[in-house]
T-cell receptor
Framework: EAAVTQSPRNKVTVTGGNVTLSCRQT?????MYWYRQDTGHGLRLIHY???????QIGDVPDGYKATRTTQEDFFLLLELASPSQTSLYFC?????????????FGPGTRLTVL | QQKVQQSPESLTVSEGAMASLNCTFS??????FRWYRQHSAKGLEVLVS????GEKEEGRFTAHLNRANLHVSLHIREPQPSDSAVYLC???????????FGKGTSLTVIP
């Protein structure tokens, strides 16, 4: 089964702080995703990538940057964190979803911005 | 943008009774639907994937898809207390490499 790991699992920062969330997948999937999950909104896509060096904007990208450094590693950057970015963040990976491949999720990172 | 709505928001059933969850979507051209389970804000576990109208069974979990009615459902046979979780419906956005998720149904199974 595909393995997706995230670090840290929990993070507390202050308003204006600089935060980097890390994600690694070990199955050579082409696609990687960052989602946030908030009560009343479900999961919403922030950014995704279909390979090293590629970045695609999702539905809620404001305030977030992302970088795919390798096939395995995808990072989410919050350069000036705000309380509205307090959320549960999930990373996921997959091959082509339209081909019926599964999307595998990491365990999540809970971020609190004070 | 695909709109995905789930109902009910919460559901309580007795152990052994059938649990039925509903999901409606706005774009009937999608052909890729998933049901996920999430325990206590943890990671998502895929339960059933369905790609064409009709029924797809995976163990105790059965999905029914009717694209003409913009509806996909999940039925859980003989639910157990360990099935208590949030269930998420996901619909692939046609033309994009992305799923849209509903807000979830919180299921509680009482012994």
């Amino acid at each position: 089964e595909a393995a997706v790991t995230q670090s840290p699992r929990n993070k507390v920062t202050v308003t204006g702080g600089n935060v980097t969330l890390s994600c690694r997948q070990t199955n050579s999937h082409n696609y990687m995703y960052w989602y946030r999950q908030d009560t009343g909104h479900g999961l919403r896509l922030i950014h995704y990538s279909y390979g090293a060096g590629n970045l695609q904007i999702g539905d809620v990208p404001d305030g977030y940057k992302a970088t795919r450094t390798t096939q395995e590693d995808f990072f989410l950057l919050l350069e000036l964190a705000s309380p509205s970015q307090t959320s549960l963040y999930f990373c996921a990976s997959s091959d082509a979803l339209w081909g019926g491949y599964e999307q595998y999720f990491g365990p999540g990172t809970r971020l609190t911005v004070l | 943008q695909q709109k995905v709505q789930q109902s009910p928001e919460s559901l309580t059933v007795s152990e052994g009774a059938m649990a039925s969850l509903n999901c409606t979507f706005s774009d009937g051209t999608s052909n890729n639907f998933r049901w996920y389970r999430q325990h206590s804000a943890k990671g998502l576990e895929v339960l059933v994937s369905i790609f064409s109208d009709g029924e797809k069974e995976e163990g105790r979990f059965t999905a029914h898809l009717n694209r003409a009615n913009l509806h996909v459902s999940l039925h859980i046979r003989e639910p157990q207390p360990s099935d208590s979780a949030v269930y998420l419906c996901a619909v692939l956005n046609t033309g994009y490499q992305n799923f849209y998720f509903g807000k979830g149904t919180s299921l509680t199974v009482i012994p």
